[in-house]
């Protein structure tokens, strides 16, 4: 790698958009910061680092994204207390980012150069982080196909962009969740466990159905006998069943969520009893019916922790405890984000000031 940190470009924006933000009515996903970065690869290097002012990309109607789908994404947060702004683990982003394009014969970006340059990007665009209780920056890095060729093969060239959004809080209510046993979202063998943008378009449609019968979201099985318990939306899922933490295990169709390792890591650390192994909807739905399903949960950045209220398996609505009973989810929330905010000890060095 021969592209040096100095060879960021930076070019400023000459009138702030910030005061057309109503920072206490965020719409999420659709305000955009200030600035973005971006770097392309072609002729086996990546190239052209760029700090500049967030706008729209010009590309051929043949761009290769568009077409077969060679395309990964990571999403991640900034977080503000007082005049200091911290980001949670985004190494690990970085390396599950490397993951994903080596699974997509994407060529990997250089960790700590990227890792670089959304510090200073954070550092130019340091004002679009919201200081409010439930608020954050959310980050989007992601990388694409860029070849202009109807063709399928691994594209030569590629496109890496990190924008920001500022948001508030992202679930409003606990969530009515049904146990897909139709679709699937990932198989063995696939790439559930990549963060590639095809994956989530194959689960709108199904989602989309449970939406219009009363569901938010859904509790993904496995594509093989729907049978196991992967995922809740675009989340993690864990149970407490009695006093033991119980997740499903990485399989290869799960995306190893750096929430989900979070709650685990604290979950042990804290003394709980740690289960991570298959995990059956049949168990699941017993321990709702004799109420032994204490909690039930989704991980991941956009919510922390989603609280799941009810689910729905075969016709029939479980109705979980009620949220204020939680004793271990109610306690990593609070202890995820006062750690996010730097209010607590952070002795796995996930917390970065920037
Ligand atoms: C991103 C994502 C998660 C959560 O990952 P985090 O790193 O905790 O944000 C879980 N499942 C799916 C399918 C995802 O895309």
Excluded at 22 to 48: A, C, L, P, V
Excluded at 67 to 75: A, L, P, R, T, V
Excluded at 140 to 151: K, Q
Aim: aromatic letters at 12%.
């Amino acid at each position: 790698m021969n592209t040096a940190i100095s060879d960021i470009k930076i070019k400023k924006i000459a009138q702030s958009r910030i005061h057309e933000v109503d920072f206490d009515n965020i719409k999420f996903g659709r305000e955009f910061s200030d600035h973005m970065f971006t770097m392309e690869y072609k002729d086996g290097t990546w190239q052209n680092l760029e700090i500049k002012p967030y706008q729209n990309l010009s590309f051929s109607p043949a761009m290769s994204a568009l077409h077969y789908g060679q395309s990964i994404f990571e999403g991640l947060k900034a977080y503000r207390k007082g005049d200091d702004v911290f980001m949670f683990r985004a190494k690990d982003n970085f390396a599950r980012m490397n993951r994903s394009a080596h699974r997509m014969c994407i060529p990997e970006i250089p960790e700590e150069l990227v890792h670089h340059a959304l510090k200073q990007l954070l550092t130019i665009d340091a004002n679009w982080v919201p200081g409010g209780e439930e608020s954050s920056l959310y980050i989007r890095p992601f990388l694409f196909a860029t070849d202009e060729y109807v063709g399928i093969k691994p594209s030569a060239t590629y496109k890496f962009i990190i924008f920001t959004c500022p948001v508030g809080s992202y679930y409003t209510e606990p969530l009515k969740v049904k146990v897909e046993t139709e679709y699937t979202r990932a198989a063995q063998g696939g790439v559930g466990e990549a963060k590639c943008a095809g994956n989530y378009a194959a689960s709108l449609y199904p989602a989309k159905q449970a939406q219009e019968n009363g569901y938010h979201q859904l509790v993904w099985t496995d594509g093989k006998e729907h049978k196991y318990i992967e995922e809740s939306g675009t989340m993690n899922i864990m149970f407490i069943i009695g006093n033991k933490l119980i997740s499903p295990n990485l399989s290869g169709a799960i995306l190893p969520g750096i929430t989900r390792n979070s709650v685990l890591t604290l979950a042990k650390d804290w003394g709980y009893e740690v289960e991570e192994r298959p995990v059956t909807v049949d168990e699941i739905i017993k321990a709702a019916q004799t109420g032994e399903l204490k909690e039930a949960f989704g991980a991941g950045t956009a919510a922390t922790i989603a609280q799941i209220a009810l689910i729905g398996h075969e016709g029939i609505d479980y109705k979980l405890p009620a949220i204020e009973t939680r004793e271990f989810s109610n306690r990593v929330y609070d202890f995820l984000n006062n750690l996010k905010r730097g209010n607590e000890t952070d002795k796995w060095g996930w917390i970065e000031k920037i």
